[in-house]
């Protein structure tokens, strides 16, 4: 009978409110019940569904893995046909539900453990995180828009950064400050805060004083907290239109998928699209109360990783039947050559170099700890228009990751990477540049003459030890760059001189041109048969071209190879046979006394060192040949054919231009011998002769001018006369 005599008021449920009350408490009870039922179906889903005869893959792997479950939407799809449809609807309400289930299931699954006092107990159960997956297509980032606020995206990109872990509240502890009663208030997921009440709801007894508005304190040691980390994710280079600039998103990840990314890496990602007031809009938008910052809450994502980047990851049975068969041909070099930019008429040698840069040698990791670069650099050196830049194009469109930039555009930052301050939080992040963008893939840089040096200097580490390290701003750090280069560069006087030597020809230093596995000297030869051959290419492919653009045929070429290359690149890890390895290594150490009688006999080392890198890049190049035949064995053949690459390459690089040791008969010799008295007559030490000047002089005497030519030439390698003003003036050295 306690309390039956404190005030209190009285009340019968009168006839006029009947109607509405009714109403509202139906509609309340409605939605109770749904979401009751809801649940009911969640957990009768993770507990019943099996893919095959009494296979249950969620009980399973919660059993297994009691910390989160992986969920897709279509086997939910096959269970209940209402259920994905709710969660793309409202995730926010359903996928609290849907852990909850999750966690009561679990708590059944689990046996019943011996407690403190000897009477079994049910076991303590966490929290279980769920993650969604499902197989649709991911949205554009830019056709996100307001009609996707609070619903279920699925969106993919690369991130480019990520912060530090921060702590953040899911149940904030309160205590009034003049009453001391505590109470405890939820927050919102992601990165909305907690809605702190204005009063105190204690009734003051007579003569205690009222508690005041504002009255509660937080405290900070008894709330519970996850941990939160924000991503920023940038759209793919190939989704880009062109001409924009890439645009960025914020996610937010939480719990399990914490420290999961690396700035990098390419993902997946499905999530809550949300918005939250920014912390620093005040001074974008004032007065703009209702402007709010859209944000993506992941509740599941999938690394794409980085042999299939692109488009599936999963190679269907009869592509891999078909990928076997075009393999076990005899002739399958010479198809894969074929389809290398068949736009592009001759430089056979130059596709096959492409080609074995497209698929790449092996990656070794040796037992203590160093790692063996399986990535091939080429260099294409040569004149104007020889279809360099087409290569570097091609090789961007089927690489299955390639970043494409130009020399003069680049910095050094850019390419390797920068670190960047955040506005909001004013900490200092890093943002991966080119190289670390196409790790896994091929970077294309065009122009790579035009660089300034200082930015060239820095894709030394990023071409042999295939990291970037950085030391600024305090971070210090190591990011992964496991990319092929391919350059293409133009000699410093615009085209190739064959009066010059190599030295004079390739202007760029031996520490960068040793990192190149294959340089190739591209000239514009005018000889008449082949001239006509390649304008008859060109203008057939001018012709056919609106032809052929509306065939579909040529679109799913290039799809299959580089669905072929991405095959290639998962599937096969080929290594030297031992009969291969002797031979090589014979080849090796003639080319080098070869190399080294050529340095005896002209007395000055050759423009293209020949060093154990070398050898590395024929190992790589067989290795390469051996995959694109998918045998895990790189033959002899392989190596041959590796060591005929490398000849007609570098070592043809090597010995190019003119040397002035090599086929000069006696009567030569006599006649700059002469024409060299000649210009030291003309020309008083210190003193300066315009280099046209001097030779028109010496031929009217009746000397041929190649000779004469050559005679300034070998003077100036001897270091006796200097050229200046871009070659136009000769000044002897004292």
Request: glycine share 6%; hydrophobic share 35%; charged share 25%.
């Amino acid at each position: 009978m306690s309390g039956w005599d404190e005030g209190a008021v009285y009340y019968s449920n009168q006839a006029q409110f009947t109607e509405a009350s009714s109403e509202a408490e139906a509609a309340a009870a409605s939605t109770t019940a749904s979401r009751h039922s809801v649940l009911l179906k969640f957990k009768e889903f993770i507990r019943n569904f099996e893919k095959e005869k009494n296979v249950f893959p969620y009980r399973e792997s919660l059993v297994n893995n009691p910390k989160f479950l992986m969920v897709h939407l279509e086997d939910l799809l096959s269970f209940d046909s209402d259920l994905p449809s709710l969660l793309r609807s409202s995730p926010s309400d359903y996928l609290p539900l849907f852990e909850t289930a999750a966690a009561e299931v679990l708590a059944g699954l689990k046996m019943k453990v011996a407690g403190d006092s000897g009477e079994m107990v049910e076991p303590q159960t966490g929290e279980v995180q769920i993650l969604l997956t499902s197989k649709e297509d991911p949205v554009s980032m830019r056709s996100l828009g307001a009609q996707y606020i609070s619903k279920l995206v699925k969106i993919s990109g690369i991130t480019i950064a990520a912060s530090r872990i921060k702590a953040k509240a899911t149940y904030v502890h309160l205590i009034c400050k003049n009453c001391k009663s505590a109470r405890a208030v939820p927050c919102r997921p992601g990165l909305g805060g907690a809605i702190v009440p204005r009063s105190c709801d204690h009734v003051p007894q007579p003569g205690e004083e009222p508690c005041p508005i504002d009255p509660w304190l937080i405290v900070p040691d008894k709330s519970k907290y996850v941990d939160q980390q924000t991503l920023k994710l940038q759209e793919n280079p190939e989704d880009v239109p062109t001409g924009e600039l890439p645009r960025n998103m914020l996610l937010s990840v939480d719990r399990h998928l914490v420290q999961t990314i690396v700035p990098g890496s390419r993902l997946t990602i499905m999530g809550i699209y949300s918005i939250f007031q920014a912390s620093n809009s005040s001074t974008n938008h004032k007065g703009a109360v209702a402007v709010r910052q859209p944000y993506i809450r992941i509740v599941g994502m999938e690394e794409t990783n980085e042999a299939s980047s692109r488009g599936p990851a999963t190679f269907t049975q009869e592509e891999v039947e078909e990928f076997k068969k075009f393999a076990s041909n005899q002739d399958t070099y010479e198809a894969i050559c074929s389809k290398v930019a068949p736009s592009i008429f001759g430089h056979e040698d130059v596709k096959k170099a492409v080609a074995c840069l497209l698929f790449g040698g092996a990656r070794k990791n040796l037992p203590d700890g160093v790692k063996l670069r399986g990535d091939i650099n080429v260099l294409l050196l040569g004149d104007p228009s020889t279809a360099k830049s087409q290569f570097l194009k091609f090789v961007e469109k089927t690489a299955p990751i390639a970043v494409y930039t130009s020399g003069k555009g680049s910095s050094a930052a850019g390419l390797t990477a920068s670190v960047i301050r955040d506005s909001s939080s004013r900490e200092f992040y890093l943002e991966g540049g080119a190289m670390v963008l196409a790790d896994g893939g091929v970077v294309c840089i065009d122009e790579f003459d035009k660089m300034r040096p200082e930015d060239r200097v820095a894709i030394h580490e990023a071409m042999e030890q295939q990291t970037i390290s950085i030391a600024k701003a305090g971070i210090t750090t190591v990011l992964n760059s496991r990319t092929s280069v391919l350059a293409a560069a133009n000699p410093p006087s615009g085209r190739y001189d064959d009066l010059k030597t190599a030295q004079d020809n390739i202007d760029l230093q031996t520490t960068i041109l040793s990192r190149f596995d294959l340089i190739f000297i591209v000239k514009d030869i005018r000889m008449y048969d082949q001239d006509k051959t390649i304008a008859s290419h060109i203008i057939k492919v001018h012709a056919s071209a609106q032809t052929v653009s509306n065939d579909s045929r040529t679109s799913k070429e290039e799809n299959w190879l580089k669905r072929y290359i991405q095959y290639c690149r998962s599937e096969c890890h080929p290594r030297l046979s031992e009969a291969a390895c002797a031979k090589l290594q014979s080849d090796y150490v003639d080319i080098r006394r070869g190399m080294r009688q050529q340095a005896n006999e002209t007395g000055e080392s050759a423009a293209i060192p020949i060093t154990v890198r070398q050898l590395e890049a024929i190992l790589r190049l067989s290795e390469a040949l051996a995959k694109m035949k998918l045998s895990h064995v790189a033959t002899e053949g392989d190596v041959a054919e590796a060591l005929r690459l490398f000849k007609v390459s570098t070592m043809d690089a090597a010995r190019s231009g003119i040397n002035q040791h090599i086929n000069i008969t006696p009567d030569m010799a006599n006649e700059i011998k002469q024409a060299e008295n000649q210009i030291k007559r003309r020309l008083g030490i210190g003193n300066r002769i315009s280099e046209r000047r001097l030779i028109d002089d010496l031929t009217r005497m009746g000397m041929n001018e190649s000779i004469v030519r050559r005679a300034i030439l070998i003077m100036h390698q001897r270091g006796e006369v200097e050229y200046q003003r871009e070659r136009h003036i000769i000044v002897r050295k004292v």
